[in-house]
């Protein structure tokens, strides 16, 4: 896979991290520079890791395995970083985003690689399916990072903290705002994903809801729409009080898709979700035969 390892990748962003947390001492272009550089180079080998796995598996990495989908959605976070860095270089979103980011990475190395199913007959979609809820869920992830922003920033303005120059934070009014457009965007995409698993689910006969990802999943699901709905009609509530649920609503969210697919992998236990490869029979194979023409020259 060109020399790419997901090692790579975990020690491009570690790496990023710890120069991005030089910042909080108040550390100035430098410190920037080198994790822009690191990030960079990690996104990289990020990109060229995937476009490896699909042309080895012959599928769309959210597709062909837990272990990609995963790396999927860490890739589509570290994009969103990386424009947000370049947009306002002092916004100090990457001390939040990077454990998360590096969380997920380190996570798909739990998960096989191999997918337990063939989505050949319904590839369309499965890759709805997939697609939806990996945006959806990076949507979630996004709020997540927000509602932390909010505390933190919430906590700074409490002890009357004098900002850094090379460390920013938007304002709470904006923070507020960017939190309920985060959920706003994962209600319905999730819901997508929901709905076309469903469909998946009718097509091919299995009874998937006593599958513990799944029964998550939609526990996580119908969470986020509670709490979107709890925000749209509650306008009046404190910021932090959004926050603080928004950061329990989607911290159970990633617990049910990303945890348990690691538990049921551990445990052993079958998931549609490839949480455990199954064994594929050996296919026969037809030996070339010589031709007629070629057994008279003899």
Not at 67 to 72: G, I, T, Y
Not at 198 to 203: D, G, K, P, Q
Not at 267 to 289: E, M
Request: aromatic share 8%; with cysteine; proline share 4%.
């Amino acid at each position: 896979m060109l020399n790419v390892s997901v090692f790579c990748i975990f020690a491009s962003y570690l790496v990023a991290f710890g120069f991005e947390l030089t910042r909080l001492r108040g550390q100035g272009w430098l410190a920037r520079t080198l994790t822009l550089g690191f990030a960079t180079a990690g996104l990289l080998a990020h990109t060229l890791y995937l476009l490896a796995r699909a042309s080895a598996e012959n599928l769309p990495p959210l597709l062909s395995s837990s272990h990609d989908w995963l790396l999927v959605l860490a890739w589509l976070l570290m994009v969103l970083y990386l424009v947000l860095t370049i947009v306002d270089s002092q916004l100090a979103v990457g001390i939040i985003s990077f454990p998360l980011i590096i969380g997920l990475v380190a996570t798909s190395w739990l998960l096989p690689e191999t997918s337990a199913r063939s989505w050949d007959p319904l590839r369309s979609w499965a890759m709805l399916h997939a697609s939806s809820l990996v945006l959806g869920t990076a949507a979630v992830l996004v709020g997540f990072v927000i509602s932390l922003l909010f505390l933190w920033q919430n906590e700074r303005l409490k002890q009357g903290a004098i900002a850094k120059r090379s460390l920013s934070l938007p304002s709470l009014e904006q923070l507020a705002r960017l939190n309920l457009w985060a959920i706003s965007t994962a209600v319905p995409l999730l819901s997508v994903g929901v709905l076309s698993g469903i469909i998946l689910t009718n097509w091919t006969s299995e009874n998937v809801w006593i599958d513990p990802v799944v029964l998550g999943g939609t526990i996580g699901w119908a969470l986020i729409c509670g709490l979107l709905t709890w925000q749209l009609s509650r306008t009046r509530t404190p910021g932090r009080k959004v926050a603080v649920a928004t950061a329990w609503s989607s911290g159970l969210l990633l617990l049910a898709y990303v945890g348990l697919q690691v538990l049921t992998s551990a445990a052993g236990v079958s998931s549609v979700h490839g949480a455990k490869p199954v064994k594929v029979a050996p296919q026969a194979v037809t030996l070339p035969t010589k031709s007629a023409n070629e057994e008279g020259q003899k």
